[in-house]
Structure formats: structure tokens, C-alpha cells
């Protein structure tokens, strides 16, 4: 037992050396890669304020102006969606129609059924 804590602290105590040996510190830059650092950085601003003065004041509007485009843009989709949303409702009975049984399939029907239910289907199809 004695000898298992040993090994056991003595891998702990191995692997926090080597650990420690493996972190390095960054290495500090020269005072010539910071000079450079810093004039590509005032030279990309120089360039970007070159830039923006070139393309000139943007013609969007303000911003309240565009927030109430937005607003009344979607009042019509929304009123659009709610219209197709709202319960219409059945439509009403004609309560003067005739009273219909049910027909008959053609097949078990007599060749004179079948004449009488082409006469009617055809008067009932003209205006």
C-alpha cells in the first residue's frame, strides 16, 4: 500500500513538472514588429475613411420612417392571413330543393332505369 501511494505521488509529481515545463511564455515582440503592427493598423484606417468619404452620405431613410414602412408592411400581411384564419361559416340550405333518394348504381339498374335517369340528368343540366 505503501508503496502504490509512493508511485502514485510520484506520477502526480512527474506530470505537474512537465506540465509546467510545457507552458512557455508568448514570446514578447521585437519593437520593430510592433512599430509595423501599428502603422498597417493607421494606414487600414486612413484607407477606410478614404473610402467612406468616396462613397459619399447614404440615402436610406431614417430610421423612424423605415420602422413604420415595417410596421404597416406587416398590418396587411397579418389582416391578409387573419382573412384566410376567419371561420366563414356553411353556406345556407336551399330548403326548396326537392327531396333526392339515393340512386341506384347504374349496374344493377334496368335499360329502362337507365334511359329515365339520363332524362333526368339532362333536364336538370339545362338552364
Do not use: Y
Not at 67 to 92: D, F, N, W, Y
Not at 112 to 122: H, I, L, P, S
Amino acid at each position: 500500500m505503501k508503496r502504490l501511494i509512493s508511485v502514485a505521488s510520484a506520477v502526480a509529481l512527474s506530470l505537474t513538472s512537465a506540465w509546467a515545463l510545457a507552458q512557455t511564455p508568448a514570446p514578447v515582440p521585437s519593437d520593430a514588429a510592433a512599430a509595423a503592427k501599428v502603422q498597417k493598423k493607421a494606414e487600414f484606417a486612413a484607407t477606410e475613411k478614404t473610402m467612406q468619404e468616396a462613397s459619399g452620405p447614404c440615402p436610406i431613410a431614417p430610421a423612424s420612417s423605415q420602422a413604420e414602412r415595417t410596421k404597416a408592411g406587416g398590418k396587411t400581411a397579418m389582416e391578409s392571413e387573419m382573412v384566410l384564419q376567419q371561420h366563414k361559416g356553411s353556406p345556407e340550405v336551399d330548403l326548396n330543393c326537392p327531396a333526392a333518394a339515393p340512386q341506384k348504381k347504374i349496374s344493377d339498374m334496368t335499360p329502362a332505369e337507365r334511359a329515365q335517369v339520363r332524362k333526368e340528368v339532362v333536364e336538370g343540366a339545362k338552364p
